[in-house]
């Protein structure tokens, strides 16, 4: 591992001014994920700045209005254990379950595990191309090992999908980040924080460099008891997503009243599946539309040779969830 300095922070201000002015700087929470970056040679910080004792960063609080605001430095462990959470949210507990090992999720925190980079395999081998590490080098996946990659939202530089469950289960409820950065700070719903790769993959996010996330906000969702998360691997825990899906739904009269639906393991971000839950809202509440419907969402998906079964996959896994939600499976 390259030799790098190390601070801690104690506050927001000053690690932000501290990671905003130097290039090869960069915010340390948990460290799941980048310090295996930088066992690999893939991030190369010259300077960590450790935000883990930061105030305010590790409390879950009621908002008045039936919400939820869960500071970015709150550990997954804890935030899937808040009753609160379990009660009105139970896609995201079951989302944050559903992520890694027990042990990775009592180090890794909220604000991390959304910034996660890719766990594309040409993106972690620094022997290999590839236009998210080093832009302009290529990508190898479509004619490579493009399994697990993505089939909505790609384009020729990129189709590596991105890796978190949590942040699947947050776009599906409208959950908005807080940002802090030099200039002041500002709200982003967190469907429009991430980028799509375009010509330029390297660009994941919105965020500036030194902006810090320091916390996300849950809106009240009415009908947000009747959700889940499922989550398709290729072992039974501690595995990526092949395929995952987050949803809500509240039926009346046999009816689909209301809907939220994300996707996982299938885009380079979070995919808040929109087409299908307009094609849902109103419709029959069968498995039918269920099926139609997400065959509509799929309609602009490019799959490749290696991963075309993520069609079926996808489809059999959304209508399944919405069955059972809808309390019609079988």
Same mark, same amino acid.
């Given at each position: 591992?390259?030799?790098?300095?190390?601070?801690?922070?104690?506050?927001?201000?000053?690690?932000?001014?501290?990671?905003?002015?130097?290039?090869?700087?960069?915010?340390?929470?948990?460290?799941?994920?980048?310090?295996?970056?930088?066992?690999?040679?893939?991030?190369?910080?010259?300077?960590?700045?450790?935000?883990?004792?930061?105030?305010?960063?590790?409390?879950?609080?009621?908002?008045?209005?039936?919400?939820?605001?869960?500071?970015?430095?709150?550990?997954?462990?804890?935030?899937?254990?808040?009753?609160?959470?379990?009660?009105?949210?139970?896609?995201?507990?079951?989302?944050?379950?559903?992520?890694?090992?027990?042990?990775?999720?009592?180090?890794?925190?909220?604000?991390?595990?959304?910034?996660?980079?890719?766990?594309?395999?040409?993106?972690?081998?620094?022997?290999?191309?590839?236009?998210?590490?080093?832009?302009?080098?290529?990508?190898?996946?479509?004619?490579?090992?493009?399994?697990?990659?993505?089939?909505?939202?790609?384009?020729?530089?990129?189709?590596?999908?991105?890796?978190?469950?949590?942040?699947?289960?947050?776009?599906?409820?409208? &959950? $908005?980040?807080? #940002? !802090?950065? +030099?200039?002041?700070? @500002?709200?982003?719903?967190?469907? /429009?924080?991430?980028?799509?790769? *375009?010509?330029?993959?390297?660009?994941?996010?919105?965020?500036?460099?030194?902006?810090?996330?320091?916390?996300?906000?849950?809106?009240?969702?009415?009908?947000?008891?009747?959700?889940?998360?499922?989550?398709?691997?290729?072992?039974?825990?501690?595995?990526? &997503? $092949?395929?995952? #899906? !987050?949803? +809500?739904?509240?039926? @009346?009269?046999?009816?689909?009243? /209301?809907?939220?639906?994300?996707? *996982?393991?299938?885009?380079?971000?979070?995919?808040?599946?929109?087409?299908?839950?307009?094609?849902?809202?109103?419709?029959?509440?069968?498995?039918?539309?269920?099926?139609?419907?997400?065959?509509?969402?799929?309609?602009?998906?490019?799959?490749?040779?290696?991963?075309?079964?993520?069609?079926?996959?996808?489809?059999?896994?959304?209508?399944?969830?919405?069955?059972?939600?809808?309390?019609?499976?079988?």
């Amino acid at each position: 591992m390259k030799p790098f300095d190390y601070r801690q922070a104690t506050d927001a201000g000053e690690a932000i001014a501290t990671v905003a002015r130097s290039p090869r700087a960069s915010f340390l929470g948990g460290g799941t994920n980048l310090v295996d970056l930088m066992k690999l040679g893939v991030a190369t910080p010259d300077l960590l700045v450790d935000v883990t004792r930061l105030p305010q960063l590790d409390a879950i609080e009621p908002t008045p209005d039936g919400g939820l605001r869960i500071g970015a430095g709150v550990r997954n462990s804890d935030l899937s254990a808040d009753r609160h959470l379990r009660r009105g949210f139970p896609l995201v507990a079951r989302a944050l379950l559903s992520g890694a090992s027990g042990q990775i999720r009592n180090m890794a925190t909220v604000g991390g595990n959304l910034l996660q980079r890719t766990r594309c395999g040409y993106f972690q081998d620094v022997t290999k191309p590839c236009n998210k590490r080093v832009p302009g080098s290529g990508c190898p996946a479509p004619e490579g090992d493009h399994r697990n990659h993505a089939i909505l939202g790609t384009s020729p530089s990129c189709i590596a999908t991105h890796p978190s469950d949590l942040a699947v289960a947050l776009v599906a409820v409208d &959950a $908005v980040v807080h #940002v !802090a950065e +030099a200039g002041g700070e @500002r709200t982003v719903p967190l469907i /429009d924080l991430y980028r799509l790769p *375009g010509g330029t993959p390297e660009r994941e996010t919105d965020l500036a460099h030194g902006a810090l996330i320091t916390a996300i906000e849950l809106p009240p969702l009415a009908f947000g008891r009747h959700s889940t998360y499922r989550k398709v691997r290729d072992r039974a825990s501690f595995a990526f &997503a $092949v395929a995952s #899906v !987050a949803a +809500a739904v509240e039926v @009346r009269e046999q009816r689909v009243h /209301d809907v939220r639906l994300a996707l *996982g393991a299938v885009a380079p971000k979070p995919w808040r599946a929109l087409v299908a839950e307009e094609e849902l809202r109103g419709g029959p509440a069968t498995p039918e539309a269920f099926r139609a419907a997400i065959a509509a969402e799929l309609d602009a998906a490019e799959p490749l040779p290696g991963n075309a079964f993520k069609l079926p996959l996808v489809s059999n896994l959304v209508t399944r969830t919405l069955s059972s939600l809808a309390g019609i499976d079988r």
